[in-house]
Each structure stands twice: as C-alpha cells, then as structure tokens.
C-alpha cells in the first residue's frame, strides 16, 4: 500500500489506547490459561462440585480492564449506534 503524502496521524492508536489494549491482550491470556485449567478439573470433578469450582475460577481471574482505567475512551462510548454513525 502507497502511503506518500497521505496524512495517516488520524488514523494511529492514541499511547491510551495502545495501553488498553496491552491490558486487555494480556487479560485474555490469562483467562485462557485458567479456562484451560478449569476445564481439566471439570472433568475430574463430581457433578455436586461443580459450582464451587466455577466461583473459585471466576474468584481467581484477575478484573478485566477498563477503557477508564487506562485514560482512553472509545470513540462512540455513550452514544447509540446511529449517532455514532452519523457523527464518523
């Protein structure tokens, strides 16, 4: 793809949204790592332990991030779909 002359500022990922999305690639792996490991147990689990397992694997996952929390704000956030639209 030519990029010469074009103007493609607009279109980098702010160092927020980078940050954001770091968190939340880094969160999704150890959710998968957990899930990996729950389903293991699951299958040598009794049936009438099951739901204690799940609230202990959903009591160890780490909290999932928040846009907030890393000083980004989607684009649209707060804002119906249409306008959204409209607004791009």
């Not at 793809?1 to 939340?24: C, D, I, N, W």
């Not at 690639?25 to 204690?52: C, D, F, H, N």
Request: glycine share 8%; hydrophobic share 40%; charged share 15%.
């Amino acid at each position: 793809m030519k990029t010469r002359g074009a103007h493609l500022t607009q279109f980098e990922k702010s160092a927020p949204q980078l940050a954001y999305e770091q968190a939340v690639s880094t969160w999704q792996q150890a959710a998968e790592g957990r899930t990996q490991e729950l389903s293991v147990l699951i299958k040598a689990a009794l049936p009438e332990s099951l739901g204690q397992l799940v609230k202990e694997y959903m009591a160890a996952l780490p909290p999932q991030p928040k846009p907030q929390d890393y000083g980004y704000t989607p684009a649209g956030q707060g804002v119906a779909p249409q306008q959204a639209a409209a607004g791009a």
